[in-house]
T-cell receptor, first 109, second 114 residues
Framework: GESVGLHLPTLSVQEGDNSIINCAYSNSASDYFIWYKQESGKGPQFIIDIRSNMDKRQGQRVTVLLNKTVKHLSLQIAATQPGDSAVYFCAEIHYKLTFGKGTLLTVNP | DAGVIQSPRHEVTEMGQEVTLRCKPISGHNSLFWYRQTMMRGLELLIYFNNNVPIDDSGMPEDRFSAKMPNASFSTLKIQPSEPRDSAVYFC????????????FGNGTRLTVT
């Protein structure tokens, strides 16, 4: 029979709160990392990227943190809005881009 | 700006039929990628091209799948013959350079094989 589908981690926050989405990557040789947002019926949308020679990078309302020692990425969203509700994927690049499993963010009004 | 354009948006076909998915990458992008997304496996890389040349097709499930990039502005992913387990959303993405710039995705083709 069919195996069960992916069980996405879920994060539920109140509108206006800050959100932190975490991701563990697998390849210590990966040198470029990207966060994507995917809304229902759409393709993944680029949010922010960071290279391995950096620990932190800020965009508009978003910050990405990279901890190479423990192979961990996080995405911080400030003042989360209902429009931020989506699935968020981290991705690592070492010759090719590999996606993580994704986190479902739900913003409650 | 025109993003990555995929067609069709939806495709419903019967098992055994040939299916062709199409992609127009962003102009000036040198790399093109085909991904498949399912609930079971998430986003899987099928194949990618750099300067129209296939670089890695190790993600292509089996010989029923083939992809071509005859020029810098067009790529196809073909499944022949299609099977119900091929049902998924297929995404095309492109990037300016290979390996160090973000991929930009189309909105996908939802394929249903009955």
């Amino acid at each position: 029979g069919e195996s069960v589908g992916l069980h996405l981690p879920t994060l539920s926050v109140q509108e206006g709160d800050n959100s932190i989405i975490n991701c563990a990557y697998s390849n210590s040789a990966s040198d470029y990392f990207i966060w994507y947002k995917q809304e229902s019926g759409k393709g993944p949308q680029f949010i922010i990227d960071i290279r391995s020679n950096m620990d932190k990078r800020q965009g508009q309302r978003v910050t990405v943190l990279l901890n190479k020692t423990v192979k961990h990425l996080s995405l911080q969203i400030a003042a989360t809005q209902p429009g931020d509700s989506a699935v968020y994927f981290c991705a690592e690049i070492h010759y090719k881009l590999t996606f993580g499993k994704g986190t479902l963010l739900t913003v409650n009004p | 700006d025109a993003g990555v354009i995929q067609s069709p948006r939806h495709e419903v076909t019967e098992m055994g039929q040939e299916v062709t998915l199409r992609c127009k990458p962003i102009s000036g992008h040198n790399s093109l990628f085909w991904y498949r997304q399912t609930m079971m496996r998430g986003l899987e890389l099928l194949i990618y091209f750099n300067n129209n040349v296939p670089i890695d097709d190790s993600g292509m499930p089996e010989d029923r799948f083939s992809a071509k990039m005859p020029n810098a502005s067009f790529s196809t992913l073909k499944i022949q013959p299609s099977e119900p387990r091929d049902s998924a959303v297929y995404f095309c993405a492109s990037s300016k350079t290979f390996g160090n710039s973000p991929l930009h995705f189309g909105n996908g083709t939802r394929l249903t094989v009955t």
